[in-house]
């Protein structure tokens, strides 16, 4: 993982491309997430522990919230629950978020710079919403969403995905990833880590 901030520039170095997740790392949707988890779970008695869900495909963290609560996946429908998550979700996210300072102007001064490109777990639908909500529509080349791979982290499959499109090699791209899973899909792909758990977006940013 990555160590303190000052060396950040020597992450970057020889970098081309840069490769964000999106959900905890680029935009604070994870108390939004939360609560259209607690809420879409909490009719059928089901507790939602977002940290140990944090990164998964929605339909994954169902399933995993079901059975840490001892009920079987089959005695459910999944779709509709899926469903109706993401438009809780979706409607929280149209509502409530916002752009973050710091990582804005990451953002604008990194895009002049590298290419930048999403890998998320998150739906194509939400994360589309989520981009336009905070105006960074374009700002990313390729989108990687949970659809779009067989797999999603912590295989690897969404960053070789998006090594391909960018045709660069993973020695010239740095992952910023916020979750456990995010990391080993990153060590997986053989992929620098910033842990923005403990970037100073602002240090990053004088570090460009």
Known sequence: MTPPYASIRCLLA????????????????????????????????????????????????????????????????????????????????????????AVEAFLVRARSRFRMALVTSGSCGTVTLALRKLGYEGWFDPIVCAEDVAHAKPAPDGLLKALAAMQVRPEQALVFEDTALGFEAARAAGLAIVDVNSLNWSNAVANL
């Open 14 to 101: 020889g970098k081309t491309a840069l490769i964000f997740d999106f959900d905890g790392t680029i935009a604070e949707t994870t108390p939004l997430h939360a609560r259209a988890f607690e809420e879409t779970l909490a009719p059928l008695g089901v507790a939602a522990d977002y940290p140990s869900i944090a990164g998964l495909k929605t339909q994954e963290a169902i399933v995993r919230c079901l059975r840490t609560e001892g009920r079987c996946e089959t005695d459910f429908d999944l779709l509709a629950l899926v469903a109706e998550k993401q438009r809780r979700a979706r409607k929280l996210i149209a509502e409530q978020l916002e752009r973050i300072p």
